[in-house]
């Protein structure tokens, strides 16, 4: 059967990282029961019209565990999805408890996903985390313990705090964990400019230190037999986050909650922005759509092809008119092109090369 993802948004953090600009809010959580009660209606009103069953589904954000493990649980069971659907939800570290991650797993989800960064004080400083430095080791062993087979953890590098020593004791740190993550992503810290850290340059990334962290970080995780996924993704052999293949594979998913978007047979749409439009809209019965757009052809295989360029599919030799110009930023294997580790960070420079590029 044809993968179909389903994602759920959750808008609300208990403190807005200045470097993050997601749809989240950290000041609106009496909404939280209204806004529970109109995704679960929105489910409804889909699945009345026949939502296929899902093979994977993701609880996003914000911050997913700032809803009661009660609320995201009947959430979940509102959906439908396949007998060995995965069912990921990302948590902040600080939010871990054994008693919520039971009460995770005995409602059927079976990965969870934590917003780690680093394990450094003075770059979760820098970055406006509230977790500790041993935050780390408390969401290993309570994930082991709650019995989960598979899980993620998110890195961050880039910030002005950080040394390339800081990047190699945090890998250590994981690494020499008795339960080590299986899967580990790792994103080069963006300066939003809607966010404080866009707005000081003073504290953007240097570009070259960040390079320096990320090529640290996929040598040293391919060198302790994580694959190299997707640009910011590197996984054991059978701990592949599914969700994330639906996205990079370019296949059918659908988002529900503020701010969620969805794409369907190269149709996509995405939901008004904040909860309470969303939460207004379901309660007036209206679909809570904000926008959509039809992809024509050449849009869909330029996605397809870009999409599939950041990962380790690569594309076929064929998707270049010419490798001259990017021999250097490439491998060519049996007929495939795919990114040489040191031009993951600059994708882009090989994705407008595309023939498919408009
Ligand atoms: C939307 S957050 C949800 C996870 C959870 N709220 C947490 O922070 O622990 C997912 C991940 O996005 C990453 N992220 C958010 N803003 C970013 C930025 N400006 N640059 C790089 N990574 C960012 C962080 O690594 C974060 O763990
Ligand atoms: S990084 Fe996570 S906790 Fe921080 S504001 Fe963004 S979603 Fe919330």
């Given at each position: 059967m044809r993968p179909f993802g389903v994602y759920v948004h959750v808008p609300f953090c208990a403190h807005r990282c200045d470097y993050c600009a997601f749809a989240t809010y950290d000041d609106r959580d009496e909404l939280r029961d209204d806004y529970v009660s109109a995704v679960l209606s929105e489910i409804a009103g889909e699945v009345a019209t026949g939502l296929e069953p899902a093979s994977s589904v993701f609880f996003g954000?914000?911050?997913?565990?700032?809803?009661t493990p009660e609320q995201l649980v009947d959430i979940l069971a509102a959906i439908p999805r396949t007998a060995d659907a995965e069912v990921t939800v990302e948590c902040n570290p600080e939010d871990a408890t054994l008693e919520r991650l039971r009460a995770y797993r005995a409602g059927g989800v079976t990965r969870m996903s934590y917003g780690v960064q680093s394990t450094q004080p003075a770059v979760l400083r820098d970055l406006g985390r509230r977790h500790g430095t041993m935050a780390h080791e408390t969401v290993s062993r309570l994930t082991h313990e709650a019995g989960f087979a598979t899980w993620n953890m998110d890195l961050i590098v880039g910030?002005?705090?950080?040394t390339l020593e800081d990047v190699r004791a945090t890998l250590r740190d994981l690494l020499e964990l008795e339960f080590a993550p299986p899967h580990i992503s790792c994103y080069a810290l963006t300066p939003e400019p809607a966010t404080p850290l866009g707005r000081d340059p003073r504290r953007h990334p240097d570009e070259d230190a960040t390079a320096d962290a990320y090529d640290l970080v996929g040598a040293t995780l391919e060198a302790h037999g994580y694959e190299w996924e997707e640009i910011s993704n590197w996984a054991r052999p059978g701990h592949e986050c599914r969700h994330n293949h639906v996205y990079w594979d370019h296949g059918d998913y659908v988002g529900f909650g503020s701010a969620a978007h969805s794409h369907r047979s190269g149709r996509r749409y995405w939901n008004v922005r904040t909860p309470e439009r969303y939460i207004a809209l379901v309660q007036r019965g209206e679909r809570p759509v904000g926008g959509e757009e039809v992809l024509d052809q050449a849009t869909q295989a330029f996605e397809r092809d870009s999409l599939a360029l950041r990962t380790r599919r690569g594309v076929p030799v064929e998707a270049f008119a010419s490798l001259d110009e990017i021999r250097h930023l490439v491998d060519v294997r049996e007929d495939r092109v795919t990114l040489t580790p040191q031009a993951r960070l600059v994708a882009n420079q090989v994705i407008i090369r595309l023939k498919s590029a408009p």
């Open positions: 954000g914000g911050t997913p565990s700032r809803l910030s002005r705090a950080e």
